[in-house]
């Protein structure tokens, strides 16, 4: 059986950036360990595809079952992606 979506839309910036660290952190002790048996979990700052980032951001948003906006520091970004989602969202 296929997972559904998970989508995390948080700052894309540098990997030593204290926010980043921090999410990541997150990521990686708390959702993970929760969701992964039921979603794939796809963090925006992760993605190594080619192409428009905010395209592929929006995709993500509108295709993925569940969405999670790291909304610290106010990053127009992150408020920009969770306003458009209609989906079940969690807020970091």
């Known amino acids: 059986?296929?997972?559904?979506?998970?989508?995390?839309i948080t700052p894309i910036g540098n990997k030593t950036n204290d926010i980043r660290r921090h999410i990541d952190?997150?990521?990686?002790?708390?959702?993970?360990?929760?969701?992964?048996s039921e979603y794939e979990i796809i963090v925006s700052h992760k993605s190594n595809k080619i192409g428009s980032i905010n395209k592929q951001i929006?995709?993500?948003?509108?295709?993925d079952k569940l969405v999670i906006a790291n909304l610290t520091n106010i990053n127009p970004n992150v408020f920009n992606g969770f306003l458009i989602t209609d989906k079940p969202s969690l807020l970091n």
């Open 1 to 8: 059986m296929e997972k559904e979506r998970c989508f995390i």
């Open 58 to 63: 929006i995709k993500e948003i509108y295709n």
């Open 25 to 36: 952190g997150i990521i990686e002790a708390v959702i993970q360990p929760v969701l992964e």
